[in-house]
């Protein structure tokens, strides 16, 4: 059974940074694409940025220049640096993997909340 395990979020001034992880166990087939999407209160689920197997990203235009995102393989990890953050990235991040065969998998979100 595929789990994922989100970590990091939390309560941040505005300016400051967050590092989320999501850690994926009971894979079987490779991950493909690993993500991070995020659902602000009264708006719909959006991408923040995805990576593939071979390391290349995707960034909502939004978050340009702010945010990395980075994977470890090895152990089925994806990170989310988040720098410079404002209050309207204030969100629930989710995690989803993609696996090679077409199956995809949500994580249950980690708050973060960015105010002064």
Same mark, same amino acid.
């Given at each position: 059974?595929?789990?994922? *395990?989100?970590?990091?979020?939390?309560?941040?001034? %505005?300016?400051? $940074?967050? =590092?989320?992880?999501?850690? +994926?166990?009971? !894979?079987?087939?490779? !991950? &493909?694409?690993?993500?991070?999407?995020?659902?602000? %209160?009264?708006? @719909? =689920?959006?991408?923040?940025?995805? !990576?593939? =197997?071979?390391? $290349?990203?995707?960034?909502?235009?939004? *978050? #340009?220049?702010?945010?990395?995102?980075? =994977?470890?393989? +090895? #152990? &089925?990890?994806?990170?989310? @640096?988040? &720098? /410079?953050? #404002? %209050?309207?990235?204030?969100?629930?991040?989710?995690?989803?993997?993609? @696996?090679? !065969?077409?199956? $995809?998998?949500?994580? #249950?979100?980690?708050?973060?909340?960015?105010? /002064?």
């Amino acid at each position: 059974q595929v789990q994922l *395990v989100e970590s990091g979020g939390g309560l941040v001034q %505005p300016g400051g $940074s967050l =590092r989320l992880s999501c850690a +994926a166990s009971g !894979i079987i087939f490779s !991950i &493909n694409v690993m993500g991070w999407y995020r659902q602000a %209160p009264g708006k @719909q =689920r959006e991408l923040v940025a995805d !990576i593939t =197997r071979g390391g $290349s990203a995707n960034y909502a235009d939004s *978050v #340009k220049g702010r945010f990395t995102i980075s =994977r470890d393989n +090895a #152990k &089925n990890t994806v990170y989310l @640096q988040m &720098n /410079s953050l #404002k %209050p309207e990235d204030t969100a629930l991040y989710y995690c989803k993997v993609t @696996q090679s !065969i077409g199956m $995809s998998y949500w994580g #249950k979100g980690t708050l973060v909340t960015v105010s /002064s």
